[in-house]
């Protein structure tokens, strides 16, 4: 089966579509450019009213600063945030917010103290809907904080109130079960490890044989991107 490629610029305006609601995946090692894809494709999907929440666990990360700046997302440490003089003056919504808590180098208490600030956000977002939750590193969100059951809560309940969660993780083959299973857009980088092959299964309505291939093939910085709604399958370059 040959899959078509598209140009990264073409893909964004042409094959991307987004309804509220939609979970998506992004699943690359490190440094494969998951971040730097999942902000072009929210300039493309979330407005004053359909706002994102970017949840940042580094206590450094120059590619989430450029993102906010870029996409007019304004950086709070805590949730909820509190207005600030122009939303209170102008009555204007950020089309976002980068929710990035202050670390104190301590591993233990900052675990505890952004695993309450993170679940906040979280809940507060399934409960008013209309958001996209986005983590950068699902993985340490579900495992290292223990809010695994919150992201579960989004996935499986989170489309009704169309609260999206957009999750990336560099470790595929750890990565929750429902990160696969109930994402409807799901981008896939170059992997050669067989534990992430094993997972493609739990996709559904794919071929696990043929993503695996396709996914082997992969120069850095494509993607392998499917679309679970109409099994749409195909190849975003660089």
């Not at 507060?124 to 969100?141: A, C, H, N, Q, V």
Request: charged share 25%; net charge positive.
């Amino acid at each position: 089966m040959q899959i078509r490629a598209y140009d990264r610029h073409t893909f964004l305006t042409r094959v991307w579509r987004y309804q509220p609601g939609q979970h998506t995946s992004f699943l690359a090692p490190t440094g494969g450019g998951k971040t730097y894809l999942a902000n072009q494709l929210l300039a493309h999907s979330a407005t004053p009213d359909h706002q994102v929440v970017s949840l940042i666990m580094k206590p450094r990360d120059t590619t989430a600063r450029k993102a906010a700046k870029a996409g007019g997302y304004r950086i709070v440490q805590d949730w909820p945030p509190r207005p600030n003089a122009r939303e209170l003056l102008l009555r204007e919504r950020p089309p976002g917010y980068v929710l990035w808590p202050r670390h104190r180098f301590d591993p233990e208490l900052d675990d505890w103290e952004h695993a309450q600030i993170f679940r906040r956000a979280i809940l507060d977002s399934y409960k008013k809907g209309r958001r996209i939750l986005f983590g950068d590193e699902t993985y340490s969100l579900a495992t290292e904080l223990r809010l695994q059951r919150e992201l579960v809560t989004v996935w499986t309940k989170g489309r009704s109130m169309e609260c999206a969660m957009w999750g990336a993780t560099q470790r595929p083959w750890g990565a929750p079960q429902q990160m696969y299973s109930q994402a409807e857009h799901l981008f896939l980088s170059y992997s050669p490890d067989t534990r992430d092959h094993d997972r493609y299964g739990e996709i559904g309505g794919v071929d696990p044989k043929l993503v695996a291939r396709a996914v082997r093939q992969l120069p850095r910085y494509w993607w392998l991107y499917i679309r679970r709604e109409d099994r749409t399958m195909c190849v975003v370059q660089k």
